[in-house]
């Protein structure tokens, strides 16, 4: 069968579409929209949040889904939408000097779509239990929690004290739009909690007049609007992604590149190995496929196409879980739906003046936002644990992750020489990884007595848990 040839199906209520069916173009089209709408609010925020063009994260976010749909070949049903695994190091890069603009970040962003890519094509011909090998669960949930943990110092230093009331209130909204809304409402709670803080921010305008706060970028208090349109109005209906950045740097630009700021992106890397590869097996749980055959092609797939878009200026791309959850909701899993999803991305990004709505954003409202969204980010590190049964009466689990995660939330540094500095994710992901394979395997018997008194009081005695290659006696 063709790749592009779906076949046309009307199901009973209950049954699911495969991502090679097709419902009638209509209520394709209507499925597609209903993916932009899911992935919205993330993928404009976080480009927002790293200093880069929103409307062009928008319009490479449906490039880079057509991409990796052709290369799975239709079979993995996705959304690319902006990646969040990058944010806490480009916080970290613009942190370096007056010297590490935008084109360092896309630069950084582009080697590490590169490195994604390459672990994409081992994987495909060495299998997907090489990731499990190198990258257990113990490990990828460490620097993912770290990653997210990372971000706190942005919320506080930058967005919250914008506008802390309306922070306050967006973040309360978002957390219970997210856990109180019905179905498919609750997974558009980003976007739901922008709209609102939105609102809010133009009533506080109207009502209490202009704010004193330090803006993003800034170092003395100003007045100013909370909603400022100056931008709206200028902006055209119909045209390219143009202008510059707050440093600025051109919106479309081609990348520079600097090691220090590369290293401080690879983390992510570990990141998105593990997303993409929750992505697949999620979608052949649902789906009822076997899909390991497009493990490899789905996370070259996605450093393809980070690296593609970054070339340009765009942001770094990952699969989308709010998209999975409209698969789950709708029990539609078709391909075809992700293309239309793709032409209405591409379309919006091709409005001028819809990004610089986006851009007009009050910080005070990406506080409230971020504030939550930086904090699930370091939880689904957590997550990876528990549903991993990771059991930190292990030694090799404790202390093995225990430097690294310190490290890296903390802003630990090496200095090697007078011009290179290893420090923050960098330098806590590489502990993370070396020090756990350093110890993982050997243990002795009567080792970590401690930390197993600490967490299991009526532990007998055992060797490493399933996490470390071992078992655990009780």
Known sequence: MSMFKW???????????????????????????????????????????MGLDPNLAIMFSGFCTILFLLIVQNRVPSYLGTSASFV?????????????????????????????????????????????????????????MLIGFNLAPVVAGIYWPQDQWVALATATFMVAAAVLLPGFWS??????ALIFGYLLSWVADLVFGPITSVLGGATEATEHDRVSWAGVKAADWIGLPSGDLADGVSVV?????????ILLVLPGVIALVAENTGHVKAVAEMTGEDLDPYMGRAIGADGLATAFASAFGGSPTT???????????????SSAAYYVAAAVAILLG??????AVVNATPGG????????LYGMIGLVGAKIWVENNIDFGNPVNMVG??????????????????????????????????????VKGRTGAGTGTVTRNMSHPDYDEGVDDAASGGTHKR
């Open 7 to 49: 076949e046309v199906v009307d199901p009973a209520p209950g049954q699911a579409v495969l991502p090679m069916q097709r419902l009638p173009w209509g209520k394709t089209i209507g499925l597609g929209a209903q993916h932009v709408v899911a992935m919205f609010g993330a993928t404009f925020v976080f480009p927002l949040v």
């Open 88 to 144: 806490a190091s480009v916080a970290a890069i613009r942190a370096l000097d007056e010297g590490n603009d935008s084109s360092y970040v896309t630069g950084a962003i582009l080697v590490g779509g590169l490195v994604l890519a390459a672990i994409g094509v081992l994987v495909h011909f060495a299998g997907a239990g090489l990731i499990h090998r190198i990258l257990p669960p113990a490990v990828t949930g460490a620097v993912v």
């Open 187 to 192: 997974r558009i709670a980003v976007f739901l």
């Open 253 to 261: 630009h081609g990348p520079s590149f600097s090691l220090t700021a």
């Open 319 to 333: 699969t989308y879980a709010e998209n999975i959850g409209v698969m789950g909701a709708t029990r539609v899993y």
């Open 350 to 355: 091709l409005c001028p003046k819809f990004g």
């Open 365 to 372: 409202v990406l506080g409230g936002i971020t504030v939550v």
């Open 401 to 438: 992750l225990a430097a690294g995660i310190i490290a890296g939330i903390g802003g630990v540094t090496l200095t090697f020489g007078d011009d290179f500095e290893l420090g923050g994710i960098a330098l806590g992901t590489i502990l993370v990884i070396v020090f756990f394979h350093m």
